[in-house]
């Protein structure tokens, strides 16, 4: 999925125009953005949690030559997902509270 399939993924469950739901996506997205740049979490209820953390300076190989790299300490984002959106054994991921995936019987 790309960000225009959002886009329209919004646009059609919303009922506004593509883009006003651009410009929501956008903002969004732009919010996030800025957000993790100043090192917040941000929790989404349902979805998961984006959180920064703290990368060790370490060494590292280029693949083509094999000569040693310097790789620098620096940031990293990790996204952990909620409960609801964690795959099941099963491969399938459940959208509701009640634990249950949705199928036809």
Request: proline share 5%; no cysteine.
């Amino acid at each position: 999925m790309i960000k225009l399939d959002i886009i329209n993924r919004v646009a059609e469950k919303t009922g506004v125009p593509k883009m006003k739901a651009e410009q929501a996506v956008d903002a969004l997205f732009h919010s996030m953005k800025e957000a993790l740049t100043r090192g917040e979490r941000i929790e989404l209820r349902g979805f998961g949690v984006f959180v920064v953390k703290p990368r060790k300076r370490g060494v590292g190989r280029n693949p083509r030559t094999g000569e040693e790299v310097a790789i620098p300490s620096g940031k990293t984002i990790r996204f952990k997902p909620g409960k609801e959106l964690q795959a099941h054994e099963d491969g399938e991921i459940t959208d509701d509270d009640s634990g249950e995936s949705d199928s036809d019987f």
